[in-house]
């Protein structure tokens, strides 16, 4: 598990969609109501950038074709059958960090 420096520290509650790189994943960071969220940047249904879509009750909805994906769970509204890739998130006095698993470490978490 490895912690990564994605933006500065908040300066006010404003909600936000932004693209950043975490490690070597690309991610959306998402501040929603005030609370901050880490999400995969593409949409698994049709690879659209998630960082141009929308927060709507709790879900991030993709800018093509409105797929719509819980920001706590990742998985897509019913019907979907699809999910996004979800992150630990933590704003500390230095910055907002995500949290990334290496493929071994995912791996191993399969097996034990």
Not at 11 to 23: L, R, T
Not at 87 to 102: F, K, L, M, Q
Not at 103 to 112: A, P
């Amino acid at each position: 598990m490895a912690w990564y420096k994605v933006a500065s520290p908040l300066q006010n509650d404003e909600s936000f969609i932004k693209k950043v790189k975490a490690g070597s994943q690309t991610v959306c960071l998402i501040n929603n109501e005030g609370a901050l969220h880490a999400v995969s940047a593409k949409c698994p249904h049709a690879g659209a950038d998630l960082s141009a879509g929308w927060c709507e009750q709790g879900k991030l909805v993709c800018p093509y074709h409105r797929y719509s994906y819980d920001l706590l769970t990742g998985r897509g509204s019913p019907g979907q059958n699809d999910y996004v890739s979800v992150y630990p998130v933590d704003s500390r006095d230095d910055g907002i960090y995500v949290e990334i698993n290496s493929l071994w470490e995912k791996i191993k978490r399969i097996f034990h």
